[in-house]
């Protein structure tokens, strides 16, 4: 199979629509311009993350869904996929969700935010689902911030579902107010390094999208299955990064290897050398 062109986008922190949806077309038409057939924007992008220093005010539903309709009219006049974050404000809350947009504009899909980071519990609530997309031959799953740090296994359930790219938009910052210079550096948080583990531990390639801010804290980079970064943008840079992923590299080898049955207690639960179980002592894993 010949090899697909995606990118990634850094988008300004913004805390209102009229900030945002400017921003977000921008870098869909950018993505366009350098020949995408997918491209992820930042995590709520419209209209910008309420962990922010700077308030974001009360945005409507409806509000929500014109400007996801204006990003949705850049990706048809540049034919391509678009991955943009939002909050959607429901009854129980603000959900963070990725919306998926075809190139001819329609919405393929929503994916929620299933697992929120405590400190956002706040300002949103967390999703239900789970779900991989197909685009021009390539399957992609969408995990979004803390889901791909803190969750291996979301990751590994869209490798396993197909996905031979995990998306991953995102908002990170640093703890000190400083920008990073080195990808992968030990003193940087520990979100990329992540973010590699998650390649490398299920063959796949993984793209991930942070915003563009004055303490952005993990890489906007696409990374190769055997961990390459492979395209990146420099920290706090607003701007879209393409590269040409290959679905053959992409075998999800490591993912399809997860054998979960060998994990599980022998009979009696202990578990003994020669791979037979215990003696029904009932001993549980660990230090003896």
């Known amino acids: 199979m010949a090899t697909?062109?995606?990118?990634?986008?850094?988008?300004?922190?913004t805390a209102t629509l009229e900030e945002a949806v400017p921003a977000a077309i921008a870098a869909v038409e950018e993505a366009g311009r350098l020949g995408a057939a997918i491209v992820c924007l930042p995590e709520?992008?419209?209209?910008?993350h309420r962990s922010q220093a700077r308030p974001v005010p009360v945005v409507s539903a409806e509000a929500i869904d014109a400007a996801m309709?204006?990003?949705?009219?850049?990706?048809r006049a540049a034919?391509?996929?678009a991955i943009v974050s939002a909050e959607r404000p429901g009854p129980t809350g603000r959900e963070i969700v990725a919306v998926v947009i075809g190139p001819d504009g329609g919405r393929l899909g929503v994916q929620p935010k299933t697992q929120i980071d405590p400190s956002e519990e706040?300002?949103?609530?967390?999703?239900?689902?789970?779900r991989v997309f197909t685009v021009g031959g390539l399957t992609f799953g969408v995990a979004i911030?803390?889901?791909a740090f803190r969750y291996p296994e979301i990751s590994r359930s869209l490798v396993l579902a197909g996905a031979q790219v995990i998306f991953v938009p995102h908002y990170v910052t640093t703890h000190d107010g400083t920008l990073p210079d080195r990808w992968c550096d030990a003193r940087n948080p520990y979100n990329e390094k992540?973010?590699?583990?998650?390649?490398?531990?299920?063959?796949?390639?993984v793209a991930a999208s942070n915003v563009a801010a004055p303490d952005q804290g993990s890489a906007t980079c696409v990374i190769a299955p055997d961990g390459t970064r492979v395209a990146g943008l420099d920290y706090g840079a607003v701007g879209v990064v393409a590269a040409d992923v290959d679905p053959a590299l992409a075998d999800r080898r490591l993912a399809l290897r997860w054998a979960p049955e060998r994990s599980l207690p022998g009979p009696g639960g202990g578990g003994g050398a020669d791979g037979r179980g215990g003696d029904g002592a009932g001993e549980e894993c660990g230090p003896r």
């Open 4 to 13: 697909i062109r995606i990118a990634v986008a850094s988008t300004p922190l």
């Open 44 to 48: 709520t992008a419209l209209p910008g």
């Open 69 to 75: 309709d204006a990003v949705a009219g850049a990706a």
């Open 79 to 81: 034919g391509i996929t």
């Open 122 to 130: 706040a300002d949103y609530v967390p999703g239900w689902g789970r």
């Open 145 to 147: 911030c803390h889901e």
């Open 194 to 205: 992540a973010l590699l583990c998650r390649a490398l531990e299920n063959s796949a390639y």
